[in-house]
């Protein structure tokens, strides 16, 4: 338990207000439910979140005192009080999350404390009470992969430091089978086939781009695909990363003519549609361990989608992912 004396400057301000204020950690939800247990008291009596505090007042707290930390990017999980997650799998182990557009995994880019997908994944870990922070010495539940902030679909978090190690060396070795689904203009010919080329990234703007010829500084690129059905000038495609470089389908897809529908970056954007993003998503992952798995064993052969991909809907009503 902790108290706060009110003094002359926090005067006026209502109890609410002022524990945004006090301890920014503690989410306005989990305040009011604290309010309400009588968690939260003044000059030890029962109050309510619009009572008027006076200089002299005395808060007591009776809260977990995590929330009394300053807020940075190790503690945002904090201030989650519902966590918002689309659980495709989930063991002892591991997490695979289903992320929708627009959710950044990581705080960059001006992403705040406990908007993004890892602050999501820890605080509800952390309110089922299967990762417990204070007793850690050093480890954080973690994402094995990332995906793109306006890019949907399976992200992997490592409940444990043993399946971190282990999925962090099954994925450099590539013995997971990532399949997306996008939507592209045109359609690419054959039907069926493999785009190859050179990727050169510009970290200044963020953007990378595409040759046909080896050039200073450029990785090689290769993205298998296959069209799944054709509709009124689209295509839906299923693509397989073959290599992992940054915006590698929206850029060769681009380069070969055929750019991803509401892409702005690398095509252009459905005005018609009205879509804010590119129509790519990591819809199906497979666990394809050539070598032991320790921990995750159990896994191998196993594979796991989406259930729906809202652009698939819209764009392609009837069809079924499979």
């Known amino acids: 338990m902790k108290e706060l004396t009110i003094g002359a400057n926090d005067g006026g301000q209502r109890l609410d207000r002022f524990l945004a204020k006090a301890v920014p950690l503690l989410p306005a939800s989990l305040a009011q439910k604290y309010i309400r247990l009588k968690r939260i008291k003044c000059n030890g009596a029962r109050v309510q979140r619009d009572t008027r505090l006076q200089p002299g007042d005395v808060l007591q707290l009776y809260i977990n005192d995590e929330f009394f930390e300053k807020p940075r990017e190790d503690n945002a999980y904090l201030t989650v009080a519902s966590p918002k997650l689309n659980i495709v799998y989930e063991d002892e182990q591991i997490l695979l999350v289903d992320k929708r557009p627009g959710v950044a995994v990581h705080p960059h880019d001006g992403a705040e404390y406990g908007r993004t997908l890892i602050d999501h994944i820890q605080s509800y870990l952390y309110q089922k009470r299967e990762w417990r922070p204070r007793e850690e010495n050093s480890f954080t539940p973690a994402l094995c992969n990332r995906i793109d902030r306006n890019t949907g679909g399976i992200v992997i978090a490592a409940k444990t430091a043993e399946a971190l190690r282990i999925m962090n060396q099954k994925i450099k070795d590539r013995e997971l089978d990532k399949r997306y689904l996008a939507i592209v203009e045109g359609t690419p010919k054959p039907e069926s086939g493999s785009l190859k080329g050179y990727l050169f990234k510009d970290e200044k703007k963020n953007r990378v781009f595409v040759t046909d ?89 196993k594979s796991f989608a989406v259930e729906k991909v809202d652009f698939v809907e819209e764009y392609f009503p009837g069809y079924r992912i499979k």
């Open 213 to 301: 010829s080896p050039q200073p500084g450029a990785k090689t690129c290769q993205t298998n695909y296959r069209v799944l059905a054709v509709r009124q000038g689209l295509s839906l495609v299923e693509c397989e990363l073959i290599t992992g470089r940054t915006h590698q389908i929206r850029a060769q897809f681009a380069h070969s003519g055929h750019p991803l529908l509401g892409d702005g970056k690398y095509g252009k954007l459905d005005k018609q549609a009205q879509r804010h993003y590119q129509a790519l998503y990591s819809y199906k992952l497979t666990f394809s361990f050539t070598t032991d798995a320790g921990a995750l064993e159990h896994l191998n052969g």
